[in-house]
């Protein structure tokens, strides 16, 4: 794959909130930050609001966006990451 690589981008999707953070189920872009060329999508998970983009270039720095396809919350970036070696 053009964009393969043996490494990972993870994190998790939550709306911060008191006592703990709710997980939400939404899009989420990763995007190559050098030419902002999305290379994967996918959707976190409604339970645990985790994503997991396996097999990504280790070498490139990634932009994480994750937009709310209910239009009630704002998107959230996360830029300047690198994946991790995947176990």
């Known amino acids: ?7 990972r981008v993870r994190g998790t999707v939550k709306l911060k ?3 703990t953070n709710t997980p939400l189920a939404r899009r989420v872009y990763l995007m190559r930050d ?10 976190s ?8 983009f396996q097999w990504i270039d280790k070498t490139k720095k990634y932009t ?4 709310d396809y209910e239009h009630t919350l704002r998107a959230v970036v996360a830029d300047n990451l690198t994946a991790e070696a995947m176990p």
């Open 1 to 7: 794959e053009y964009f393969g690589g043996d490494g």
């Open 17 to 19: 909130n008191t006592p």
């Open 34 to 43: 050098e030419d902002m060329k999305v290379v994967r999508t996918t959707y």
């Open 45 to 52: 998970d409604s339970a645990t609001g985790e994503y997991d």
């Open 64 to 67: 994480v966006l994750s937009v």
